[in-house]
Protein backbone atom coordinates (compact mmCIF):
# COMPACT_ATOMS: atom_id res chain seq x y z
CA UNK A 1 0.00 0.00 0.00
CA UNK A 2 1.38 3.61 -1.24
CA UNK A 3 -0.44 6.69 -0.36
CA UNK A 4 -1.69 8.42 -3.69
CA UNK A 5 -3.32 11.81 -4.77
CA UNK A 6 -6.03 11.07 -7.20
CA UNK A 7 -6.03 13.72 -10.01
CA UNK A 8 -9.52 14.65 -9.12
CA UNK A 9 -7.70 16.32 -5.48
CA UNK A 10 -5.63 18.33 -7.29
CA UNK A 11 -7.60 21.18 -6.96
CA UNK A 12 -8.46 21.24 -3.47
CA UNK A 13 -4.57 20.90 -2.71
CA UNK A 14 -4.04 23.94 -4.68
CA UNK A 15 -6.64 26.09 -2.86
CA UNK A 16 -4.85 24.39 0.31
CA UNK A 17 -1.45 25.47 -0.36
CA UNK A 18 -2.39 28.66 -1.50
CA UNK A 19 -4.66 28.95 1.51
CA UNK A 20 -1.51 27.96 3.59
CA UNK A 21 0.26 31.03 2.44
CA UNK A 22 1.96 29.68 -0.73
CA UNK A 23 2.00 30.62 -4.47
CA UNK A 24 1.42 28.08 -6.51
CA UNK A 25 3.42 27.59 -10.19
CA UNK A 26 3.30 24.53 -12.69
CA UNK A 27 3.59 23.84 -16.41
CA UNK A 28 1.14 26.48 -17.96
CA UNK A 29 0.21 26.51 -21.80
CA UNK A 30 -0.45 30.30 -23.12
CA UNK A 31 -1.20 30.80 -26.84
CA UNK A 32 2.16 28.82 -29.27
CA UNK A 33 4.30 29.12 -25.20
CA UNK A 34 4.95 26.79 -22.77
CA UNK A 35 6.58 27.63 -18.98
CA UNK A 36 6.34 27.03 -15.04
CA UNK A 37 2.88 30.15 -14.32
CA UNK A 38 1.76 30.86 -11.18
CA UNK A 39 -1.97 29.46 -10.78
CA UNK A 40 -4.82 30.19 -8.97
CA UNK A 41 -6.60 26.78 -9.60
CA UNK A 42 -5.48 22.92 -10.94
CA UNK A 43 -7.43 24.06 -13.94
CA UNK A 44 -4.58 26.03 -15.86
CA UNK A 45 -2.31 23.20 -15.27
CA UNK A 46 -1.46 21.44 -18.90
CA UNK A 47 -0.10 18.24 -17.18
CA UNK A 48 -0.11 16.64 -20.64
CA UNK A 49 2.92 18.54 -22.01
CA UNK A 50 6.31 16.60 -22.35
CA UNK A 51 7.72 19.38 -20.78
CA UNK A 52 7.06 23.35 -21.08
CA UNK A 53 9.21 25.47 -23.58
CA UNK A 54 10.52 27.17 -20.95
CA UNK A 55 12.44 25.96 -17.87
CA UNK A 56 12.01 26.22 -14.35
CA UNK A 57 15.03 28.12 -14.49
CA UNK A 58 13.33 31.28 -14.41
CA UNK A 59 11.77 30.75 -11.56
CA UNK A 60 14.90 31.57 -9.52
CA UNK A 61 16.73 33.25 -12.17
CA UNK A 62 14.42 35.23 -13.49
CA UNK A 63 15.35 36.67 -17.47
CA UNK A 64 15.81 40.33 -16.36
CA UNK A 65 15.91 41.34 -12.05
CA UNK A 66 16.44 44.69 -10.32
CA UNK A 67 19.85 44.52 -7.84
CA UNK A 68 19.99 48.18 -6.94
CA UNK A 69 18.37 51.50 -7.13
CA UNK A 70 20.88 54.43 -7.77
CA UNK A 71 21.05 58.24 -7.84
CA UNK A 72 24.09 60.46 -8.16
CA UNK A 73 24.20 63.69 -6.60
CA UNK A 74 26.45 66.77 -6.85
CA UNK A 75 28.79 65.85 -3.82
CA UNK A 76 27.49 61.91 -3.12
CA UNK A 77 25.62 58.82 -4.79
CA UNK A 78 22.67 57.32 -3.05
CA UNK A 79 22.24 53.72 -3.63
CA UNK A 80 19.34 51.14 -2.61
CA UNK A 81 19.31 47.63 -2.76
CA UNK A 82 16.17 45.50 -4.16
CA UNK A 83 15.59 42.18 -1.32
CA UNK A 84 15.12 39.01 -2.82
CA UNK A 85 11.65 37.43 -2.72
CA UNK A 86 10.66 35.55 0.45
CA UNK A 87 7.43 34.40 -0.68
CA UNK A 88 6.32 30.88 0.16
CA UNK A 89 5.92 28.64 -3.60
CA UNK A 90 5.12 25.34 -4.54
CA UNK A 91 6.04 24.68 -7.83
CA UNK A 92 3.90 21.46 -9.05
CA UNK A 93 4.84 19.40 -12.41
CA UNK A 94 8.34 19.63 -12.67
CA UNK A 95 9.50 17.65 -15.00
CA UNK A 96 12.99 15.63 -13.14
CA UNK A 97 15.03 17.00 -15.99
CA UNK A 98 14.38 20.85 -14.62
CA UNK A 99 14.48 19.85 -11.45
CA UNK A 100 17.88 18.09 -12.11
CA UNK A 101 18.82 21.58 -13.25
CA UNK A 102 18.39 23.46 -10.05
CA UNK A 103 20.81 21.05 -7.85
CA UNK A 104 22.97 21.24 -11.17
CA UNK A 105 23.30 24.92 -10.21
CA UNK A 106 23.35 24.92 -6.90
CA UNK A 107 26.95 25.13 -6.38
CA UNK A 108 27.37 27.88 -9.08
CA UNK A 109 25.46 30.55 -7.39
CA UNK A 110 27.31 29.48 -4.01
CA UNK A 111 30.78 29.16 -5.05
CA UNK A 112 32.83 32.60 -4.81
CA UNK A 113 30.01 34.35 -4.15
CA UNK A 114 26.70 33.04 -2.89
CA UNK A 115 23.97 34.06 -4.25
CA UNK A 116 20.87 35.48 -2.39
CA UNK A 117 18.60 35.71 -5.27
CA UNK A 118 18.87 32.23 -5.84
CA UNK A 119 18.88 30.94 -2.65
CA UNK A 120 16.25 32.39 -1.03
CA UNK A 121 13.83 31.36 -4.00
CA UNK A 122 15.28 27.74 -3.36
CA UNK A 123 14.80 27.65 0.21
CA UNK A 124 10.99 29.08 -0.14
CA UNK A 125 10.14 27.09 -2.75
CA UNK A 126 8.79 22.97 -2.67
CA UNK A 127 9.88 21.02 -6.32
CA UNK A 128 6.91 18.19 -6.97
CA UNK A 129 8.31 16.64 -9.95
CA UNK A 130 6.30 13.74 -11.87
CA UNK A 131 8.26 11.26 -13.48
CA UNK A 132 7.85 10.94 -17.03
CA UNK A 133 5.97 8.35 -18.74
CA UNK A 134 5.98 9.84 -22.53
CA UNK A 135 9.09 11.51 -24.34
CA UNK A 136 10.01 12.73 -27.67
CA UNK A 137 12.95 12.27 -30.43
CA UNK A 138 15.17 14.98 -28.09
CA UNK A 139 14.55 13.87 -24.41
CA UNK A 140 18.35 12.64 -23.39
CA UNK A 141 18.33 12.33 -19.72
CA UNK A 142 19.56 9.05 -19.69
CA UNK A 143 22.54 9.65 -21.79
CA UNK A 144 23.56 12.24 -18.83
CA UNK A 145 23.38 9.13 -16.26
CA UNK A 146 20.18 10.20 -15.28
CA UNK A 147 16.23 8.95 -15.93
CA UNK A 148 12.73 9.95 -16.26
CA UNK A 149 12.10 9.41 -12.40
CA UNK A 150 15.05 11.41 -10.99
CA UNK A 151 14.65 12.33 -7.81
CA UNK A 152 17.39 14.82 -8.01
CA UNK A 153 16.50 18.31 -7.21
CA UNK A 154 13.19 17.40 -6.23
CA UNK A 155 11.35 17.62 -2.59
CA UNK A 156 8.51 15.22 -3.41
CA UNK A 157 8.41 12.97 -6.53
CA UNK A 158 4.88 11.80 -7.60
CA UNK A 159 4.80 8.62 -9.92
CA UNK A 160 1.43 8.63 -12.41
CA UNK A 161 -0.63 5.80 -11.67
CA UNK A 162 -1.16 3.38 -14.51
CA UNK A 163 -4.78 3.76 -13.94
CA UNK A 164 -4.39 7.82 -15.19
CA UNK A 165 -6.22 8.84 -12.59
CA UNK A 166 -3.31 10.70 -10.01
CA UNK A 167 0.17 9.94 -8.40
CA UNK A 168 2.05 7.66 -6.24
CA UNK A 169 3.25 10.43 -3.56
CA UNK A 170 7.13 10.33 -2.33
CA UNK A 171 8.43 12.74 0.07
CA UNK A 172 11.79 13.60 -0.93
CA UNK A 173 12.94 15.94 1.58
CA UNK A 174 12.01 17.90 4.93
CA UNK A 175 10.25 20.66 2.99
CA UNK A 176 8.54 18.39 0.54
CA UNK A 177 7.04 16.61 3.74
CA UNK A 178 5.95 19.80 4.86
CA UNK A 179 4.16 20.24 1.51
CA UNK A 180 2.60 16.98 1.60
CA UNK A 181 1.42 17.39 5.55
CA UNK A 182 -0.67 20.07 4.74
CA UNK A 183 -2.63 18.14 2.14
CA UNK A 184 -2.31 14.91 4.18
CA UNK A 185 -6.30 14.52 4.50
CA UNK A 186 -6.42 14.56 0.88
CA UNK A 187 -4.25 11.60 -0.17
CA UNK A 188 -5.41 8.06 -0.13
CA UNK A 189 -4.12 4.82 0.73
CA UNK A 190 -3.74 2.28 -2.66
CA UNK A 191 -2.63 -0.56 -4.27
CA UNK A 192 -2.36 0.90 -7.64
CA UNK A 193 0.29 0.11 -9.63
CA UNK A 194 2.49 2.75 -11.15
CA UNK A 195 2.68 3.65 -14.63
CA UNK A 196 6.01 2.81 -16.71
CA UNK A 197 8.73 4.96 -17.27
CA UNK A 198 9.36 6.81 -20.75
CA UNK A 199 11.66 5.10 -22.67
CA UNK A 200 14.48 6.96 -23.16
CA UNK A 201 17.40 5.52 -25.34
CA UNK A 202 21.15 6.45 -24.51
CA UNK A 203 22.18 8.75 -27.54
CA UNK A 204 25.70 8.96 -26.69
CA UNK A 205 28.61 7.59 -24.80
CA UNK A 206 28.96 10.50 -22.17
CA UNK A 207 32.39 9.16 -21.08
CA UNK A 208 33.90 9.01 -24.60
CA UNK A 209 32.82 12.69 -25.34
CA UNK A 210 34.24 13.86 -22.33
CA UNK A 211 37.79 12.08 -22.98
CA UNK A 212 38.02 13.59 -26.04
CA UNK A 213 36.91 17.00 -24.72
CA UNK A 214 39.63 16.90 -21.88
CA UNK A 215 42.18 16.00 -24.79
CA UNK A 216 43.98 19.30 -24.89
CA UNK A 217 44.94 18.68 -28.74
CA UNK A 218 41.01 18.57 -29.72
CA UNK A 219 40.89 22.14 -28.67
CA UNK A 220 42.16 23.55 -32.14
CA UNK A 221 40.36 20.74 -33.65
CA UNK A 222 38.36 21.80 -37.26
CA UNK A 223 35.43 19.39 -35.98
CA UNK A 224 34.31 22.99 -34.27
CA UNK A 225 34.13 24.54 -37.10
CA UNK A 226 32.11 21.83 -39.26
CA UNK A 227 29.52 21.12 -36.60
CA UNK A 228 28.91 24.50 -35.65
CA UNK A 229 29.05 26.07 -39.16
CA UNK A 230 25.35 26.79 -39.06
CA UNK A 231 24.76 28.87 -35.66
CA UNK A 232 23.52 31.58 -36.33
CA UNK A 233 23.77 32.61 -32.56
CA UNK A 234 20.51 33.55 -31.59
CA UNK A 235 21.16 32.54 -28.22
CA UNK A 236 17.81 30.16 -28.10
CA UNK A 237 19.82 27.07 -26.61
CA UNK A 238 21.23 28.77 -23.75
CA UNK A 239 17.93 30.99 -22.88
CA UNK A 240 15.73 27.99 -22.78
CA UNK A 241 18.49 25.37 -20.98
CA UNK A 242 17.45 24.83 -17.00
CA UNK A 243 21.22 24.99 -16.37
CA UNK A 244 22.47 27.68 -18.79
CA UNK A 245 23.20 30.74 -15.86
CA UNK A 246 25.65 33.62 -17.96
CA UNK A 247 24.67 36.78 -17.34
CA UNK A 248 24.98 40.68 -17.54
CA UNK A 249 24.83 43.80 -15.32
CA UNK A 250 23.12 46.73 -17.04
CA UNK A 251 22.43 50.14 -15.25
CA UNK A 252 19.28 51.57 -16.90
CA UNK A 253 18.34 55.34 -16.23
CA UNK A 254 19.36 58.90 -17.37
CA UNK A 255 22.47 60.35 -16.24
CA UNK A 256 21.57 60.77 -12.37
CA UNK A 257 19.24 58.43 -11.57
CA UNK A 258 18.33 54.57 -12.55
CA UNK A 259 18.60 51.14 -11.78
CA UNK A 260 21.24 48.22 -11.90
CA UNK A 261 19.34 45.17 -13.12
CA UNK A 262 20.73 41.77 -13.45
CA UNK A 263 19.63 39.93 -17.01
CA UNK A 264 20.43 37.02 -18.94
CA UNK A 265 23.45 37.00 -21.27
CA UNK A 266 24.64 34.12 -23.24
CA UNK A 267 27.73 32.69 -24.47
CA UNK A 268 26.52 32.32 -28.12
CA UNK A 269 26.54 36.07 -28.45
CA UNK A 270 29.13 37.50 -29.83
CA UNK A 271 29.19 40.57 -27.51
CA UNK A 272 29.56 37.87 -25.22
CA UNK A 273 33.34 38.36 -24.76
CA UNK A 274 34.19 41.19 -26.57
CA UNK A 275 36.34 43.95 -24.93
CA UNK A 276 36.13 47.63 -25.25
CA UNK A 277 38.94 47.77 -27.27
CA UNK A 278 37.48 45.58 -29.55
CA UNK A 279 39.58 42.71 -29.29
CA UNK A 280 37.08 39.32 -29.02
CA UNK A 281 38.63 35.96 -28.07
CA UNK A 282 35.74 34.09 -29.08
CA UNK A 283 35.74 35.83 -32.52
CA UNK A 284 34.02 33.19 -34.17
CA UNK A 285 30.82 31.18 -33.90
CA UNK A 286 32.57 27.56 -33.76
CA UNK A 287 34.81 29.43 -31.19
CA UNK A 288 31.43 30.40 -28.89
CA UNK A 289 29.73 26.84 -29.39
CA UNK A 290 33.18 25.27 -28.62
CA UNK A 291 33.44 27.19 -25.62
CA UNK A 292 29.42 25.94 -24.83
CA UNK A 293 30.62 22.85 -24.96
CA UNK A 294 33.83 22.95 -23.01
CA UNK A 295 31.73 24.28 -20.16
CA UNK A 296 29.11 21.87 -19.78
CA UNK A 297 31.28 18.74 -20.20
CA UNK A 298 34.93 19.65 -19.46
CA UNK A 299 35.27 22.90 -17.31
CA UNK A 300 31.74 22.86 -14.74
CA UNK A 301 32.43 18.95 -13.41
CA UNK A 302 36.05 20.14 -13.17
CA UNK A 303 34.72 22.58 -10.86
CA UNK A 304 31.69 21.67 -9.67
CA UNK A 305 31.91 17.44 -10.42
CA UNK A 306 28.28 17.25 -12.30
CA UNK A 307 28.11 18.21 -16.23
CA UNK A 308 26.09 21.31 -16.79
CA UNK A 309 23.53 19.70 -18.51
CA UNK A 310 20.40 17.46 -17.64
CA UNK A 311 19.52 15.81 -20.81
CA UNK A 312 16.17 18.22 -21.21
CA UNK A 313 16.68 18.41 -25.23
CA UNK A 314 15.23 21.81 -25.04
CA UNK A 315 18.83 23.27 -26.93
CA UNK A 316 18.00 20.75 -29.96
CA UNK A 317 14.09 20.73 -29.55
CA UNK A 318 14.19 24.70 -30.10
CA UNK A 319 17.32 25.64 -32.11
CA UNK A 320 15.96 27.56 -35.63
CA UNK A 321 18.67 25.43 -37.36
CA UNK A 322 18.02 22.22 -36.15
CA UNK A 323 21.55 22.05 -34.09
CA UNK A 324 21.69 21.95 -30.91
CA UNK A 325 24.03 19.33 -28.17
CA UNK A 326 22.74 16.33 -28.98
CA UNK A 327 23.92 16.53 -32.28
CA UNK A 328 27.34 17.46 -31.43
CA UNK A 329 28.03 15.19 -28.72
CA UNK A 330 26.76 12.04 -30.58
CA UNK A 331 29.73 13.62 -33.84
CA UNK A 332 32.59 13.46 -30.42
CA UNK A 333 31.29 9.87 -29.58
CA UNK A 334 32.69 8.56 -32.99
CA UNK A 335 35.85 10.33 -32.81
CA UNK A 336 39.34 9.13 -31.11
CA UNK A 337 40.57 10.56 -27.98
S1 LIG B 1 22.87 26.34 -31.62
FE1 LIG B 1 20.87 26.90 -32.47
S2 LIG B 1 19.71 27.75 -30.72
FE2 LIG B 1 21.92 27.76 -30.15
S3 LIG B 1 22.68 29.80 -30.74
FE3 LIG B 1 23.07 28.42 -32.46
S4 LIG B 1 21.30 28.67 -33.81
FE4 LIG B 1 20.68 29.50 -31.80
S1 LIG C 1 22.38 21.69 -22.74
FE1 LIG C 1 20.53 21.27 -23.91
S2 LIG C 1 19.89 19.20 -23.24
FE2 LIG C 1 21.40 19.95 -21.76
S3 LIG C 1 20.16 20.84 -20.11
FE3 LIG C 1 20.72 22.53 -21.54
S4 LIG C 1 19.01 22.67 -23.02
FE4 LIG C 1 18.81 20.70 -21.90
Not at 42 to 69: C, H, N, Y
Not at 145 to 155: N, Q
Request: charged letters at 25%.
Amino acid sequence: MTRILSSDKLDNCVARWRKAGNKVFGPVKKETTSSYAAVESAAEFDLGLILPDRSVKELFFPQTEPMMRYSIKKQAIDTEDFQPPIEKRIIFGVRPCDASGLAIDDPLFGWDYKDDFWFKRRNNSVIITIACTKSDDFCMCTSLKLAPDSTKGADVMLRPLQNGKGWQVEELTDRGREAVKEIADLLQDSAEPTAPNAMVPEKFNLDACVAWLRNPENFESSFWKEISMRCIGCGSCTFLCPTCHCFDFQDEGDTYNGIRRKNWDSCSFALFTMHTSGHNPRSTQSARWRQRIMHKFNYFPGKFNVNSCSGCGRCSRQCPVDMGITETLQAISTLQP
